[in-house]
C-alpha cells in the first residue's frame, strides 16, 4: 500500500507485468504524439498568422490600385501611390520568404508546402497540413529535381523528396503521403500478394550513377535485399518515394518519366502513381512485373475530369515468382517531368498608369484569393488536429485507467484487509495482554498467600 504499484516485477504476475508495460508503452506514445499535435497547431497558426498579414497588405495595395486608376490624378501623383505600392508588393515576399517555425520554412514562393505530424503511438500515423501556393514569381515552374541532378551520387536524403525505407502494403490499408495507397488488383494470379508476411529482408534509397548516358548522370536507386517471406509467391513492396511539393495538373496535361527494374535475388514487382493531395484520388502511372527490363519512358495523359494538385510515388517491390520464399529488386527512376504552370506575376505589376493599375487590380484580386484559399485550408487543418488532440487526450486518460487496474494497489480491498488484520491483531494483543495480567494477578496473589502461610508456621 506504501508504493500503491501491486505488481512491482514480473514474479508478482507475470502477464498483468506483460500488459502493464505494453500500456505504459502505447500511453506514453499517445502523450508524445498529443505534444506532436500541438506543436502542428503553432506551425499552422504562426503560418495563418503571416497570411493574415499579407492579406492586410494585399487590400491596401488593391487600395492603392483602384485610387491610381482614376483620370483624376496627375502621372506624379501615380507615382506617389506607386512608391508604396512596390514597398507594400516587396513587405509580401519578404514575409513569403522569411517566416519560419523551428527553421522549417513555411511558404514556398513557387508551389504548395506541406508538413506531416506524427498523430497517434503506432508508425505512419500522420496528419498532413498543406499550405497552397500563395505568391510566386511570375515564372513558369515544372517539376523540381525529377532528374536528381541536384543531389550528389550516393545521397541517401533526396532533395525534393520523401524517403520509405520500409515495407508498404498496396492495398488500401497502409498510408502514404497521409492518403490511403491504391489497391494492386494486378498481381500473378498465384501469388498471396502483400498479405504473405514477410520474414526478412533490407530497405535501401539512394542517388547512383546512371548507366544510361543519354538519360542524364544520376538516377535514382530503390533496392531491397535479402528479403523472405513466409509462403512461397509472395510479393514486398518497398521502398517507396513521394514527392515534397505537389504540382497543379489539367486534364489532357502530360507527365513522364523514365524507369528500369531488375529483379535481384528474383522477379520484380513495381507500381507507381499520382497522388491528389485535395482528395486522395490517385491515377494510376505503372504497374509492372517481371525479371528484369531496359529503360523506358513513361508518358501518362491526365484524364477527363482530373484537375487538381498532384504529388508522385514510386514504389519499388519483389515478387517470389520461383515460391522459394527468397527475394529482392531495384527500381530506377530517372527524368521525371510535369507540365510548367505558369505562376502569377504580382512582381510585374504597377499603378504608374490608369491601365496598368486597372490590370493590378485584377492580378491583387487573385491573389487575395490565393491566401484566402490557404487560409481555409490551414483552418480546416488545425480543427481536425485540435480534434486529434482531443481524442489523444481521452485516449491516454483511458489508458492510463486500464494500466492502473492491472498493475496498481485497488486501495479499497487493501484497506479493508488491511482493517481486518489490524483488528486481529488486536484483539490478539489484548487477549495476550489480559492473560498476562491474569497471570500476573495469580502470581502475585501465591506471594501473598506464602508470606501468611510462613507467619502462620
Same mark, same amino acid.
Request: without cysteine.
Given at each position: 500500500?506504501?508504493? =500503491?504499484?501491486?505488481?512491482?516485477?514480473?514474479?508478482?504476475?507475470?502477464?498483468?507485468?506483460?500488459?502493464?508495460?505494453?500500456?505504459?508503452?502505447?500511453?506514453?506514445?499517445?502523450?508524445? *504524439?498529443?505534444?506532436?499535435?500541438?506543436?502542428?497547431?503553432?506551425?499552422?497558426?504562426?503560418?495563418?498568422?503571416?497570411?493574415?498579414?499579407?492579406?492586410?497588405?494585399?487590400?491596401?495595395?488593391?487600395?492603392?490600385?483602384?485610387?491610381?486608376?482614376?483620370?483624376?490624378?496627375?502621372?506624379?501623383?501615380?507615382?506617389?501611390?506607386?512608391?508604396?505600392?512596390?514597398?507594400?508588393?516587396?513587405?509580401?515576399?519578404?514575409?513569403?520568404?522569411?517566416?519560419?517555425?523551428?527553421?522549417?520554412?513555411?511558404?514556398?514562393?513557387?508551389?504548395?508546402?506541406?508538413?506531416?505530424?506524427?498523430?497517434?503511438?503506432?508508425?505512419?500515423?500522420?496528419?498532413?497540413?498543406?499550405?497552397?501556393?500563395?505568391?510566386?514569381?511570375?515564372?513558369?515552374?515544372?517539376?523540381?529535381?525529377?532528374?536528381?541532378?541536384?543531389?550528389?551520387?550516393?545521397? +541517401?536524403?533526396?532533395?525534393?523528396?520523401?524517403?520509405?525505407? +520500409?515495407?508498404?502494403?498496396?492495398?488500401?490499408?497502409?498510408?502514404?503521403?497521409?492518403?490511403?495507397?491504391?489497391?494492386?488488383?494486378?498481381?500473378?494470379?498465384?501469388?498471396?500478394?502483400?498479405?504473405?508476411?514477410?520474414?526478412? =529482408?533490407?530497405?535501401?534509397?539512394?542517388?547512383?550513377?546512371?548507366?544510361?548516358?543519354?538519360?542524364?548522370?544520376?538516377?535514382?536507386?530503390?533496392?531491397?535485399?535479402?528479403?523472405?517471406?513466409?509462403?512461397?509467391?509472395?510479393?514486398?513492396?518497398?521502398?517507396?518515394?513521394?514527392?515534397?511539393?505537389? +504540382?497543379?495538373?489539367?486534364?489532357?496535361?502530360?507527365?513522364?518519366?523514365?524507369?528500369?527494374?531488375?529483379?535481384?535475388?528474383?522477379?520484380?514487382?513495381?507500381?507507381?502513381?499520382?497522388?491528389?493531395?485535395?482528395?486522395?484520388?490517385?491515377?494510376?502511372?505503372?504497374?509492372?512485373? =517481371?525479371?528484369?527490363?531496359?529503360?523506358?519512358?513513361?508518358?501518362?495523359?491526365?484524364?477527363?475530369?482530373?484537375? =487538381?494538385?498532384?504529388?508522385?510515388?514510386?514504389?519499388?517491390?519483389?515478387?517470389?515468382?520461383?515460391?522459394?520464399?527468397?527475394?529482392?529488386?531495384?527500381?530506377?527512376?530517372?527524368?521525371?517531368?510535369?507540365?510548367?504552370?505558369?505562376?502569377?506575376?504580382?512582381?510585374?505589376?504597377?499603378?504608374?498608369?490608369?491601365?496598368?493599375?486597372?490590370?493590378?487590380?485584377?492580378?491583387?484580386?487573385?491573389?487575395?484569393?490565393?491566401?484566402?484559399?490557404?487560409?481555409?485550408?490551414?483552418?480546416?487543418?488545425?480543427?481536425?488536429?485540435?480534434?486529434?488532440?482531443?481524442?489523444?487526450?481521452?485516449? *491516454?486518460?483511458?489508458?492510463?485507467?486500464?494500466?492502473?487496474?492491472?498493475?496498481?494497489?485497488?486501495?479499497?480491498?487493501?484497506?479493508?484487509?488491511? *482493517?481486518?488484520?489490524?483488528?486481529?491483531?488486536?484483539?490478539?494483543?489484548?487477549?495476550?495482554?489480559?492473560?498476562?495480567?491474569?497471570?500476573?494477578?495469580?502470581?502475585?496473589?501465591?506471594?501473598?498467600?506464602?508470606?501468611?502461610?510462613?507467619?502462620?508456621?
Amino acid at each position: 500500500m506504501s508504493s =500503491g504499484i501491486r505488481v512491482q516485477s514480473a514474479s508478482d504476475d507475470s502477464a498483468r507485468f506483460s500488459i502493464g508495460n505494453k500500456l505504459k508503452s502505447q500511453q506514453q506514445g499517445v502523450l508524445q *504524439a498529443k505534444r506532436n499535435l500541438h506543436d502542428g497547431i503553432s506551425l499552422a497558426q504562426t503560418a495563418d498568422a503571416a497570411l493574415a498579414s499579407i492579406t492586410d497588405v494585399f487590400q491596401r495595395m488593391r487600395e492603392l490600385a483602384v485610387q491610381a486608376a482614376t483620370d483624376t490624378l496627375m502621372d506624379s501623383d501615380r507615382n506617389n501611390l506607386d512608391a508604396e505600392y512596390q514597398s507594400l508588393k516587396a513587405q509580401v515576399l519578404s514575409t513569403v520568404e522569411t517566416t519560419t517555425w523551428n527553421g522549417h520554412r513555411l511558404f514556398n514562393a513557387l508551389s504548395s508546402t506541406s508538413f506531416e505530424f506524427h498523430a497517434g503511438p503506432k508508425a505512419n500515423e500522420k496528419i498532413t497540413v498543406n499550405i497552397p501556393q500563395i505568391y510566386a514569381s511570375g515564372s513558369t515552374v515544372g517539376f523540381s529535381n525529377g532528374d536528381f541532378e541536384s543531389n550528389s551520387v550516393g545521397d +541517401t536524403s533526396i532533395t525534393g523528396w520523401t524517403v520509405g525505407n +520500409t515495407r508498404v502494403t498496396l492495398d488500401g490499408l497502409t498510408d502514404i503521403g497521409g492518403w490511403p495507397t491504391p489497391t494492386d488488383a494486378t498481381k500473378p494470379a498465384s501469388s498471396g500478394g502483400d498479405t504473405v508476411a514477410m520474414t526478412a =529482408g533490407q530497405f535501401s534509397t539512394q542517388v547512383v550513377v546512371s548507366d544510361d548516358a543519354s538519360r542524364g548522370d544520376k538516377s535514382l536507386q530503390l533496392e531491397s535485399t535479402n528479403a523472405t517471406v513466409s509462403s512461397g509467391y509472395g510479393i514486398i513492396h518497398g521502398p517507396y518515394i513521394i514527392s515534397n511539393d505537389s +504540382t497543379s495538373l489539367a486534364s489532357g496535361d502530360t507527365v513522364s518519366f523514365d524507369w528500369r527494374a531488375q529483379g535481384g535475388q528474383d522477379s520484380y514487382d513495381v507500381y507507381a502513381y499520382l497522388l491528389n493531395v485535395d482528395t486522395g484520388s490517385t491515377i494510376n502511372l505503372l504497374d509492372d512485373t =517481371g525479371s528484369s527490363s531496359s529503360w523506358a519512358t513513361a508518358s501518362i495523359t491526365m484524364p477527363a475530369n482530373s484537375d =487538381g494538385n498532384y504529388k508522385f510515388v514510386f514504389v519499388s517491390g519483389t515478387y517470389d515468382a520461383t515460391g522459394g520464399r527468397a527475394l529482392g529488386a531495384r527500381l530506377f527512376l530517372d527524368n521525371i517531368t510535369a507540365p510548367g504552370v505558369s505562376t502569377p506575376d504580382l512582381n510585374e505589376t504597377d499603378i504608374n498608369s490608369i491601365a496598368n493599375a486597372s490590370s493590378s487590380i485584377t492580378e491583387v484580386d487573385s491573389n487575395i484569393e490565393s491566401v484566402t484559399a490557404a487560409r481555409a485550408s490551414i483552418g480546416a487543418s488545425v480543427n481536425r488536429i485540435m480534434y486529434a488532440a482531443d481524442y489523444l487526450t481521452e485516449s *491516454a486518460r483511458q489508458l492510463a485507467d486500464s494500466r492502473s487496474q492491472m498493475i496498481d494497489t485497488d486501495y479499497a480491498e487493501a484497506t479493508g484487509q488491511l *482493517a481486518r488484520l489490524q483488528t486481529l491483531d488486536m484483539g490478539a494483543t489484548y487477549v495476550l495482554n489480559q492473560l498476562k495480567q491474569n497471570s500476573q494477578s495469580s502470581i502475585d496473589m501465591i506471594r501473598s498467600n506464602d508470606v501468611l502461610f510462613k507467619k502462620d508456621a
